[in-house]
């Protein structure tokens, strides 16, 4: 397969997590026989340095006209870059915004998985991760309460605000589709979480996913709500595969996931639209303390490139190729800074790479 992707390394350890996912996506074209060629694209810091802002019309243009973006991080240290001195829409940040409305990434992915090697990182009692768990948040990403009317008014001398959570069928049919197809390549079992005992956006949340459900007879679908889900997540977080939320609920249900894992340097994300295509990234930022050391840990970025195999190009094979090597590496005892822990082997952050992409070529 030729897979056209643009790279956008950005900022701080930017540049060094995503020159090791492409060192592991070679390795992958390589043993598979693939052809791979890469656009690098500025933006965050890096582009304002260049052009003045975060992200050019020319970069966007570049990045749709890929199959898929492989991500580093943007920003820098948000007390004493110059970056931060700019207005808020010239800020490295902004570019993010950006580039997430124009390619139209309604669907957040957000894998949240515990690997027996790394249990100790968990912050959840012994007999709760015992086993390890793995799941993914699809949390919408452009609809809801984020994006609906706000105002601050006074009233007879009484401050009010107000917020709406807007959602049409349409894109809640859509997140759910994907939703769905997504939960297809995994253990098939499909969690929607809403409030539907209060808010009518929740009770038509459920009525489409039921729907929508209807077309999947393979995938099994249960509802929960959001308060319930917050606690299920500490109690017993093996018992979900694909979480299905709207946007407010899959924010903070997705940092709750990832903190259970207790390690920063292993998340990986995806944000989809309605085609293939999709932006890959870690769920982590640009780390500027540890920038230039070489002692970043890359397999966020990995898994994120591992997630860009899955679900834009459908090569579940090569994906399961990267995800294997990830875990024979820390079954070896090779870990970062981050992970490291007693009697386990230091690595540097190109190091990482290179043992995951070698462990892909010898399977
Ligand atoms: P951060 O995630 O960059 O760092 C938090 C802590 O985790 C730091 O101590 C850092 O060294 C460590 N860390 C993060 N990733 C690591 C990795 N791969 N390996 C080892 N250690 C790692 O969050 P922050 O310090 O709050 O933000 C720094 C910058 O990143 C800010 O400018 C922020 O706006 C930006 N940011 C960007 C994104 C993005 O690009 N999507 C997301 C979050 C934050």
């Known amino acids: 397969m030729k897979m056209n992707i643009v790279c956008i390394p950005g900022d701080g350890i930017g540049p060094e997590i995503v020159a090791q996912a492409r060192a592991v996506l070679d390795s992958v074209a390589d043993i598979y026989g693939h052809e791979i060629t890469y656009q690098d694209v500025l933006m965050g810091g890096a582009s304002i340095d260049v ?5 050019t019309d020319e970069a966007i243009a570049d990045a749709r006209a890929a199959d898929a973006v492989l991500m580093g991080s943007i920003g820098g240290d948000t007390t004493k870059s110059p970056w931060y001195q700019l207005p808020p829409d010239k800020r490295p940040e902004a570019g993010l915004l950006k580039i997430r409305k124009a390619l139209n990434l309604f669907a957040n992915l957000r894998p949240a998985v515990l690997y027996e090697e790394l249990a100790d990182a968990c912050p959840l009692c012994s007999e709760v991760r015992q086993g390890g768990f793995d799941m993914l ?9 984020y994006f609906g009317e706000r105002k601050t008014y006074t009233e007879n001398g009484m401050r009010h605000a107000v917020d709406t959570l807007t959602y049409s069928e349409e894109e809640i049919r859509r997140i ?11 253990r098939k079992k499909v969690t929607s979480v809403d409030k539907a005992n209060v808010l009518d956006s929740s009770r038509l949340w459920r009525a489409v996913v039921n729907e ?3 077309e999947y007879p393979d995938v099994t679908l249960s509802h929960m709500l959001v308060d319930n889900c917050a606690m299920q997540l500490v109690r017993d977080p093996a018992q979900f595969d694909v979480i ?3 946007n407010m609920f899959g924010d903070i249900l997705s940092d709750e996931a990832s903190m259970v894992t207790g390690s920063i340097g292993m998340l990986a994300s995806a944000s989809l639209n309605d085609t293939k295509f999709g932006l890959y990234e870690p769920s982590h930022g640009s780390a500027p303390d540890i920038a230039g050391q070489d002692i970043a840990n890359p397999i966020a970025t990995i898994l994120s490139a591992s997630m860009m195999l ?3 190009f459908d090569l579940d094979k090569e994906a399961d190729a990267v995800d294997r090597a990830v875990k024979a590496v820390l079954q070896e005892g090779w870990r970062t800074a981050d992970i490291m822990s007693e009697g386990c082997r230091r690595a540097g952050c190109s190091e990482m790479g290179r043992l995951i992409a070698e462990h892909i070529r010898q399977q």
């Open 212 to 214: 929508v459900a209807g």
């Open 176 to 186: 759910a589709i994907k939703g769905f197809e997504i939960a297809r390549k995994r």
């Open 137 to 145: 948040i699809m949390r919408e990403l452009t609809g809801g309460l």
């Open 51 to 55: 052009h003045g802002i975060p992200l």
């Open 244 to 246: 299905l939320t709207e």
């Open 310 to 312: 899955r679900y834009s």
